[in-house]
C-alpha cells in the first residue's frame, strides 16, 4: 500500500477528526484573542509535516486540556505560547531520557485500553450534550440524517460517508447563510506572524496550562496513540520516543509562529481511519484545508465559522469516540483485563485530572489488586 494516496477515500478519512479539532481550535482564537491567520496556517502545515514524517494518518490537534482552560479562563496568547514552549521542551526531555520507554514498558495495555475507552465516552458525550443540540429541532433533524448515512455507509470504501455527510452541512450552510456567503468578502492573503515567548510567559504557562495538560499528553497523546496505531498499522512498529519527539519539535516551533499548541492522539487517528484514512494522504488534505483558511480566508474567520452546522460535526465526533470504545473489544474475553480498562475508562472519563488517576489506580490494581486471576 501506498504510504502517500489521494482518493475519495482519503478526502473522507481527512475529516474524521474535524469534529474534536475545529470547536477548540475557534474556541481558542476567540478567547486568547489570536491571530486567526497565524493558528490556521500553524495547524495546517504541522498537519502536513506530520503526515510526511510518519506516512500514515497520525493526527494532530489542539492540546485538550490547554484548550480548555484557555477557553474557560480567557488566558492570554503571550501564556498559552509560553504554556507551548514549556510543554514542548518537558516531552523533549522525557523523550531523550528514556523516561517515555519506561512508562511504555510499565503501564499494562489494559490500562492504556482504560485510556482509549474513556476518552471514546468523553467525545461520544460531548458530541451528544454541546453539538448535535445546537440548533434545536433542525439541529436533531441534520444529526438523525448524518448519522444514518454513516450507518450504511460506514466502511464503504466506493461512497464513503463522511464525504456525504459533510456535503450535507455545506449545503445546509449554503441555503440557511447564503446572504451572509454571497455579499460579504471573506477573501484577503495572509501570513503567520512572527512571536517571541518571554521567559515570564513561559514560567506562567509551565504552571497554569502546561502541568494540567501533561497527564492527558502521557496517556492519550503518546501511550494511547502508539496502541492505537499497532491496532490499526501494526507493520509501522511506532516507538513512544518518535511519537514524543514530533510532539516536541510541533510545540518548540509553533508558538514561534503564533502557533496554538497541538499534540497526537489515539481519537483523531481513530477518527481518520474509521472514515476512510488509511495513508498519510488523508491528514495533508485535511492540513491543506486549514492552509487554505489561513492563507486565503482568515479576515472573516469569525464569520465562517459560524456558517458549518455543529451537529455534522456533533455526529462525526460521536463516530469518532464510537471507534476507539470498540478497541475495548479484544479484551471481551479476558475479565481481569476488561475490568481493569473499563475502570481506567471510567475514572478517566468522569473524575478531575482523571486522565493521571485512572493511569496510576489502574496500573496499581494490575500489578497489586488482584492475588490471582478471576
Same mark, same amino acid.
Given at each position: 500500500?501506498?504510504? #502517500? ?76 505560547? &509560553? ?23 510499565? #503501564?499494562?495495555?489494559?490500562?492504556? +485500553? ?70 460579504? *468578502? ?84 481513530? &477518527? ?5 484514512? +488509511? ?41 469518532? &469516540?464510537? *471507534? ?51
Amino acid at each position: 500500500m501506498s504510504a #502517500i494516496r489521494f482518493d475519495r477515500n482519503e478526502l473522507a478519512g481527512a475529516f474524521g477528526d474535524i469534529g474534536t479539532d475545529l470547536p477548540l481550535l475557534i474556541g481558542v482564537i476567540l478567547a486568547a484573542k489570536l491571530d486567526p491567520a497565524s493558528a490556521l496556517i500553524v495547524f495546517g502545515g504541522m498537519q502536513i509535516l506530520t503526515a510526511l514524517v510518519y506516512q500514515m494518518p497520525m493526527p494532530v490537534q489542539p492540546l485538550k486540556a490547554m484548550a480548555s482552560l484557555v477557553i474557560a479562563q480567557k488566558i492570554s496568547g503571550e501564556v498559552l505560547f &509560553g504554556a507551548g514552549l514549556a510543554i514542548g521542551a518537558m516531552m523533549l526531555v522525557l523523550s531523550l531520557t528514556g523516561a517515555l520507554s519506561w512508562l511504555a514498558r510499565a #503501564i499494562p495495555k489494559a490500562v492504556v +485500553r482504560g485510556i482509549q475507552f474513556g476518552l471514546g465516552i468523553q467525545l461520544a458525550l460531548l458530541s451528544l450534550k454541546d453539538y448535535v443540540q445546537s440548533e434545536a429541532a433542525l439541529g436533531y433533524a441534520l444529526a438523525a440524517i448524518a448519522f444514518v448515512v454513516i450507518i450504511l455507509l460506514m466502511n464503504n470504501r466506493r461512497c464513503p460517508a463522511a464525504l456525504f455527510v459533510i456535503a450535507l452541512g455545506v449545503g445546509y450552510a449554503l441555503v440557511v447563510h447564503s446572504e451572509m456567503i454571497f455579499h460579504q *468578502s471573506f477573501v484577503g492573503v495572509s501570513l503567520p506572524r512572527f512571536f517571541v515567548p518571554t521567559w515570564e510567559a513561559v514560567a506562567t504557562g509551565f504552571v497554569l496550562l502546561a502541568l494540567p495538560q501533561l497527564p492527558l499528553s502521557l496517556g492519550n497523546s503518546i501511550l494511547a496513540t502508539k496502541q492505537t496505531a499497532a491496532d490499526f498499522f501494526p507493520e509501522k512498529k511506532l516507538s513512544v520516543e518518535k511519537i514524543g519527539l514530533t510532539y516536541s519539535a510541533m510545540n518548540l516551533i509553533s508558538p514561534f509562529l503564533s502557533g496554538v499548541p497541538v499534540c497526537h492522539g489515539s481519537g483523531g487517528m481513530a &477518527g481518520h481511519y474509521a472514515f476512510g484514512g +488509511r495513508t498519510g494522504g488523508s491528514v495533508i488534505i485535511y492540513g491543506a484545508l486549514y492552509l487554505a483558511l489561513g492563507l486565503f480566508f482568515a479576515p472573516g474567520f469569525e464569520r465562517v465559522v459560524k456558517l458549518f452546522p455543529l451537529p455534522i460535526l456533533g455526529v462525526i465526533l460521536f463516530f469518532e &469516540g464510537l *471507534s476507539l470504545i470498540k478497541l475495548l473489544q479484544d479484551l471481551s474475553g479476558e475479565t481481569k483485563h476488561f475490568f481493569v480498562a473499563t475502570l481506567t475508562g471510567a475514572m478517566a472519563a468522569g473524575l478531575p485530572y482523571g486522565y493521571v488517576i485512572g493511569v496510576i489506580a489502574g496500573t496499581l490494581i494490575w500489578r497489586w489488586g488482584f492475588k490471582q486471576d478471576f
